[in-house]
């Protein structure tokens, strides 16, 4: 939880006339941590960023989507979400916006929120014909199922995650079983995990769900293949997710957004930071580097704020002014 420093750097004495017009422009901020990794390192890199940087008064709240959301757009508190999964608030997002009462700021994540079917990067780089969906499936023999190697596998997302249904349905849109597939059901998050580990290990294929980012992604590289089509949001109501869907046609996943949004009041409060948040983003292999470290470190979500700050000053520094990079950069 950050501390509130410069308010009691203030109390002491110590704080500098600069510092002390940068605390009073900015003032008190509450920032929501999620409760997922991306974002709750998000959440402690923008909390020493705006505390040291900026000089705010910054206390870390715990959130979730809707939630935090909801408490924003009708309580106006928190006063910063960094990580923001937008789809899911779509509608109401977009009329708390457009009545002026937050503000959608960065997308943090510039890729956006990615799903799909991934194949080892080693097994793309050695048969480079495979780039779709459809080219993996001519070769089951490269995707060998865990109780029946003569069968190729595809990888399920986790029992009980709408993701589970969407593979589900586009495993059979594709053609999947009659080209010698199985869809493999690995339960848990963990089992899913594991079987991409154990495919590194043994330099095996693997097919199957994935997203991004994740510390998985980060730790071993993946190669997303497309399904050849667009995304089609009719067609992913109708049927891509829904569960027992009769008739599922081809669909490619949606890239979702994901933005930092702010309350109007930070956004009057908190202008010397607006640059800050309009600005700052980051891509999904810096993310699932961070989170890998952090997996490996068994680190919370602070200690990979600090990691990230220490180790990739070439990114965060273009998203402030030379001072206040230099201030950061002296409390790490």
């Known amino acids: 939880m950050m501390k509130f420093f410069a308010a009691a750097v203030l109390a002491a004495g110590l704080q500098s006339v600069a510092g002390t017009a940068g605390a009073a422009e900015c003032g008190d901020v509450s920032i929501a941590e999620m409760n997922w990794a991306s974002a709750g390192i998000a959440a402690h890199v923008d909390g020493i960023i705006l505390e040291k940087g900026y000089g705010c008064n910054v206390t870390l709240v715990t959130g979730d989507t809707v ?3 909801a408490s924003m757009n009708e309580k106006g508190e928190p006063d910063m979400a960094p990580e923001l999964w937008v789809n899911s608030v779509r509608e109401a997002m977009d009329a708390a916006v457009k009545e002026g009462r937050l503000i959608r700021a960065a997308p943090i994540l510039s890729d956006g929120g990615v799903e799909g079917w991934w194949i080892p990067k080693f097994l793309a780089d050695a048969h480079p014909d495979i780039r779709t969906v459809e080219a993996a ?3 089951p023999e490269l995707f060998p199922a865990p109780e029946d190697p003569s069968k190729g596998a595809v990888y399920n997302c986790p029992s009980g995650w709408s993701c589970q249904i969407s593979t589900a349905n586009l495993f059979k849109a594709v053609g999947a079983k009659d080209k010698g597939f199985e869809l493999i059901d690995t339960g848990s998050a963990a089992g899913l995990d594991g079987s991409i580990a154990n495919a590194f290990e043994k330099k095996t294929g693997w097919l ?3 997203w991004a980012p994740t510390a998985i992604l980060g730790k071993y590289e993946m190669v997303k293949l497309s399904f050849g089509v667009e995304h089609d949001k009719a067609e992913w109501d109708r049927c891509t997710g829904v569960a027992d869907c009769p008739d599922p046609k081809v669909n490619s996943y ?3 957004g994901v933005f930092t949004v702010v309350t109007k009041a930070f956004a009057e409060k ?3 930071a607006m640059d800050y948040v309009k600005t700052r983003k980051w891509d999904n292999q810096t993310v699932g ?3 890998a470290w952090m997996d490996e470190n ?3 979500n602070e200690e990979a704020a600090e ?5 990739y000053p070439d990114l965060w520094t273009t998203w402030v002014p030379a001072d206040v990079a230099a201030k950061i950069k002296e409390s790490l």
């Open 254 to 256: 949606p890239v979702a």
């Open 289 to 291: 580097s961070v989170l």
């Open 208 to 210: 199957g769900y994935y």
């Open 298 to 300: 068994q680190a919370d």
């Open 137 to 139: 499936l001519t070769h």
């Open 307 to 311: 990691h990230f700050l220490k180790e």
């Open 270 to 272: 908190a202008s010397v």
């Open 67 to 69: 939630p935090t959301f």
